[in-house]
T-cell receptor, first 114, second 111 residues
Framework: DTGVSQDPRHKITKRGQNVTFRCDPI?????LYWYRQTLGQGPEFLTY????????KSRLLSDRFSAERPKGSFSTLEIQRTEQGDSAMYLC????????????FGPGTRLTVL | DQQVKQNSPSLSVQEGRISILNCDYT??????FLWYKKYPAEGPTFLIS?????DKNEDGRFTVFLNKSAKHLSLHIVPSQPGDSAVYFC??????????FGTGTQLKVEL
């Protein structure tokens, strides 16, 4: 396994700009998850996909956030009209669909909104 | 509401001694529990997990204990090494979907 990869690792943007992050899961992992982590907190669930279908979205995911996984492989997370409160580490994880299987995390994308 | 709680924000132990990290949960639907280790500016790294049908799982220096009646789990690291210094997160899931994390415990292993 090559592991979960995320790009970019760091993003600095000005308030009001749009940003897009990419996640490449471990190959053959059907499920892909997005989490957000702020300072002093554990990761918080945002959304997840099974193949290309988005099956659950957290209420943390406002209408400025959109996630896609068009071909069931990589996924993108877009934030429109960024706000300073969006500054966080955005984490992607993947796992096989087998029940109870472990989620493996990527290195994360650190977003700073000025 | 915080469904997974790690009440100790930090823990300091001597090298070679045992580290015990604790975690409590409130949701009875949780049936699978995991521990992750995290270094600054990196993603969480999976350490060890336990299903609710077990009360103990061991992997090398790491052992996780689950007490379902008390809704409590703990991670034991023996012997502790300086490289174990990191933030440890407890996580739980029900039905194998999203993970709910605690707020983490910063472990420092001193020489």
């Amino acid at each position: 396994d090559t592991g979960v990869s995320q790009d970019p690792r760091h993003k600095i943007t000005k308030r009001g700009q749009n940003v897009t992050f990419r996640c490449d899961p471990i190959s053959e992992h059907n499920r892909l998850y997005w989490y957000r982590q702020t300072l002093g907190q554990g990761p918080e669930f945002l959304t997840y996909f099974q193949n290309e279908a988005q099956l659950e979205k957290s209420r943390l995911l406002s209408d400025r956030f959109s996630a896609e996984r068009p071909k069931g492989s990589f996924s993108t997370l877009e934030i429109q009209r960024t706000e300073q409160g969006d500054s966080a580490m955005y984490l992607c994880a993947s796992r096989r669909m087998t029940a109870k299987d472990t989620q493996y995390f990527g290195p994360g994308t650190r977003l700073t909104v000025l | 509401d915080q469904q997974v709680k790690q009440n100790s924000p930090s823990l300091s132990v001597q090298e070679g001694r045992i580290s015990i990290l604790n975690c409590d949960y409130t949701n009875s639907m949780f049936d699978y529990f995991l521990w992750y280790k995290k270094y600054p500016a990196e993603g969480p790294t999976f350490l060890i997990s336990i299903s609710s049908i077990k009360d103990k799982n061991e992997d090398g220096r790491f052992t996780v204990f689950l007490n379902k009646s008390a809704k409590h789990l703990s991670l034991h690291i023996v012997p502790s090494q300086p490289g174990d210094s990191a933030v440890y997160f407890c996580a739980a899931t029900g039905g194998g979907n999203k993970l709910t994390f605690g707020t983490g415990t910063q472990l420092k292993v001193e020489l």
